[in-house]
């Protein structure tokens, strides 16, 4: 009968190899699921963002100098107060009214260092009309916000989205909730038949 050794032999190395073949691919794996959640925070905050826009958009208490502008700069501020910064890229923010057919885009610029808004441009021709002001009650007015996942991805290179480079976007939409004016009678009517 044949006994074995309790002795091993001596594995120096092997535990580096080891963790040379383990390690790049756990960072990768790691990297990948901080890409995956910094997209999905990213989604999040857009869709808030645009449906906070069709809120506003809706009311009807809108600013009547420049009222899809002021949706447009109302988005841009969510944006920028929940953390999104946009140093290289624009944020496109349209507003469209689904109901008339009447759409306007506007671009938005955030300064990343100082997280304060820079411009909101319209970067489509107006409509003739404005979608938010010439809104009636019961209208569906519209709010599309699109982001380029660049400005907020945490690996330097596109390297966990084989696809090249997109944009986040969302879309909200709400009934326009703009009160009808009536007409009240102003006066008083005569005192009752008896």
Same mark, same amino acid.
């Given at each position: 009968m044949r006994v074995l050794s309790s002795k091993q032999p001596r594995r120096?190395?092997?535990?580096?190899? !080891?963790?040379a073949i383990v390690l790049p691919q756990l960072f990768i794996l790691l990297f990948g699921v901080w890409e995956v959640s910094q997209l999905i925070w990213m989604n999040q905050i %857009?869709? +808030?963002?645009a449906r906070e826009g069709a809120r506003q958009a809706s009311t009807g208490n809108i600013d009547a100098s420049a009222s899809t502008f002021t949706v447009q700069t109302y988005v841009a501020n969510?944006?920028?107060?929940?953390?999104?910064?946009?140093?290289? +890229? @624009?944020?496109t923010i349209t507003v469209t009214n689904q109901t008339q057919?009447?759409? +306007?885009?506007?671009?938005?610029? %955030?300064?990343?260092? +100082?997280? @304060?808004?820079?411009?909101?441009?319209?970067v489509a021709p107006?409509?003739?009309?404005?979608?938010?002001l010439s809104a009636n009650q019961g209208d569906l007015i519209s709010v599309t916000v699109s982001y380029p996942f660049d400005a907020g991805r945490i690996a330097p290179v596109n390297a966990f989205?084989?696809?090249?480079?997109?944009n986040v976007t969302a879309t909200? !939409?709400?009934?326009?909730?703009?009160?009808?004016? %009536? @007409?009240?009678?102003?006066?008083i009517p005569g005192a009752p038949l008896q």
């Open positions: 120096r190395a092997a535990a580096a190899v !080891e963790a %857009i869709s +808030n963002g969510y944006l920028q107060n929940a953390g999104l910064a946009v140093p290289a +890229n @624009t944020v057919g009447l759409s +306007n885009a506007g671009s938005a610029k %955030i300064d990343s260092i +100082n997280q @304060t808004l820079v411009d909101v441009t319209q107006a409509s003739s009309s404005d979608p938010v989205f084989f696809l090249g480079y997109f909200a !939409e709400w009934q326009c909730l703009k009160d009808t004016p %009536i @007409t009240v009678n102003s006066t």
